[in-house]
């Protein structure tokens, strides 16, 4: 969802958020997204366990992994990283192997349990919290909304100028793969060429290419209309002030993400962090997790509806999840060479 660059970081990405690595007995001390900051989240976990959790809040994975580089062995003891990432922490042996038998995959959306992506050699070191699609978000009120389920209308001319582009380059290459009829998972060299063409159109019709922060406000604000990369994860949360900022999965399908939670290798109480991720991959952490006040997205564990609000399934569009589900793509999974070229793509059209 958020702007989570790999290993080699083409930005320099702010490190904010509360807390600090201390290793009291009775303080657990965690890097996650804004999600899990919310204390109707965090405060019954440290009530239940007569725990302070420290919480340190980052984007992009490229800055969670220099932070670690900088703290000292068992500074931190929970990572929640862009499931797309999962495979290089545990190539680099960041993370440690989660008691299976011990989390509620069985009840997992079986699309989004992803062991493959979590997993490595039969061992399962991270577990998939949270998912939701980089599609189109829109003003209803202000566009057509038959344009919006067809990806070369959304930034066609009628459109100029009202657009904003998500800015991260694998969930919009993801989109304008799909619109040149290619797989997200079938992107490579030579896919670049049609999709940079894609890219280039896109990116003359945009007023602005930005953050979550400012791609929210600009929508809101009516500066633009469409949000190009954006879905339930952007206007959710303001749903009930702002029902006609709505988003919609197009014809050609859309570009899922997801989100996963694991214990570091290196902490020094692995038990209660283990405990920390069993209870946010339970249904009632789930559902928590689910309406946080910083984003909306939809709960891995499909059990977490029952601790949901009518009201709040409607938002996040429950009901709708198999046919989504059915018709979305992981993120673009390119190899180092690949990921070089894409990102130098990606900024060569920010240029333009």
């Not at 997992?108 to 070191?125: L, Q, T």
């Not at 998500?166 to 670049?192: C, F, K, N, R, S």
């Not at 197009?250 to 290196?266: F, H, K, M, N």
Request: proline share 4%; hydrophobic share 45%.
């Amino acid at each position: 969802m958020t702007a989570k660059i790999l290993f080699r970081s083409v930005a320099t990405t702010a490190l904010v958020g509360a807390g600090t690595a201390a290793s009291a007995q009775d303080e657990l001390n965690a890097l996650v997204w804004c999600d899990h900051t919310d204390p109707a989240l965090i405060e019954p976990f440290e009530a239940e366990h007569n725990v302070t959790v420290n919480l340190r809040e980052y984007e992009g994975t490229g800055a969670a992994l220099a932070l670690l580089e900088q703290s000292r062995p068992g500074d931190w003891d929970v990572l929640v990283i862009d499931g797309i990432d999962v495979f290089r922490a545990i190539d680099a042996g960041l993370l440690a192997e989660l008691p299976a038998d011990e989390l509620p995959t069985d009840a997992f959306f079986p699309e989004v349990v992803m062991s493959e992506n979590n997993g490595s050699d039969g061992a399962i070191y991270a577990v998939t919290e949270k998912f939701g699609y980089n599609t189109i978000s829109y003003n209803s009120d202000a566009v057509d909304a038959a344009d919006m389920e067809n990806l070369s209308s959304v930034w066609s001319e009628k459109y100029d100028g009202r657009i904003s582009i998500y800015d991260y380059y694998l969930p919009v290459m993801g989109l304008a793969a799909l619109e040149q009829g290619i797989d997200t998972a079938a992107i490579d060299a030579a896919a670049l060429e049609p999709i940079g063409e894609t890219l280039s159109q896109m990116r003359s019709r945009a007023a602005s290419v930005a953050g979550v922060v400012a791609a929210q406000t600009a929508l809101a604000t009516g500066e633009v209309d469409i949000v190009v990369g954006g879905g339930e994860w952007l206007t959710a949360v303001l749903a009930e002030e702002r029902p006609e900022l709505t988003w919609t999965i197009p014809e050609e399908g859309a570009v899922r993400w997801t989100q996963s939670i694991g214990v570091l290798a290196d902490s020094e109480k692995t038990d209660l962090a283990t405990e920390f991720v069993k209870y946010i991959v339970s249904a009632e952490g789930q559902a928590r997790l689910a309406t946080s006040s910083c984003f909306w997205g939809m709960p891995a564990n499909a059990e977490a509806g029952d601790f949901l609000s009518d009201a709040q399934k409607d938002v996040l569009r429950w009901d709708d999840q198999a046919d989504y589900l059915a018709r979305t793509q992981l993120y673009p999974a390119p190899d180092t060479d690949l990921d070089i070229e894409m990102q130098d793509l990606w900024l060569n059209t920010l240029q333009q």
